[in-house]
């Protein structure tokens, strides 16, 4: 299994990116997905979740009316569109796929619950 992901970069603050992770091995309609941002010294923190149905779970409250997630069923493919990117979006973002029943809701999504990450991708907001 393998979940590659793409997109990251250095943007401007006010700029826009679009993160993509596509799975092998896996068929990611059956799954939870989304992603995690981790800062240096820091563990992993939830940013935003679709579940198993395509319905959006957990959303982070800083980024919320920034940040959205969608799938494209037919690539296996899951993509978080970053805009209007502030400094403090500066993170290196992994995607995650989880068969945990409750592992994204609107309550959260936990690094904990997650079955299989993805390599990562560095994101920087700086002008």
């Known amino acids: 299994v393998q979940l590659q992901a793409s997109g990251g970069g250095l943007v401007q603050p006010g700029g826009s990116l679009r993160l993509s992770c596509t799975a092998s091995?896996?068929?990611?309609?059956?799954?939870?997905v989304g992603w995690f941002y981790q800062a240096p010294g820091k563990g992993r923190e939830g940013v935003i979740c679709?579940?198993?149905?395509?319905?959006?779970?957990f959303i982070r409250d800083s980024v919320k009316g920034r940040f959205t997630i969608s799938r494209d069923y037919a690539k296996n493919t899951v993509h978080l569109q970053m805009n209007n990117l502030k400094p403090e979006d500066t993170s290196f973002y992994f995607c995650?796929?989880?068969?945990?029943?409750?592992?994204?809701?609107?309550?959260?999504?936990?690094?904990?619950?997650?079955?299989?990450w993805g390599q990562g991708t560095q994101v920087t907001v700086s002008s």
């Open positions: 091995g896996i068929t990611l309609a059956d799954y939870h």
């Open positions: 679709s579940s198993r149905r395509g319905v959006n779970g």
């Open positions: 995650a796929a989880t068969r945990f029943t409750d592992g994204c809701s609107e309550y959260g999504w936990y690094d904990d619950d997650v079955d299989y």
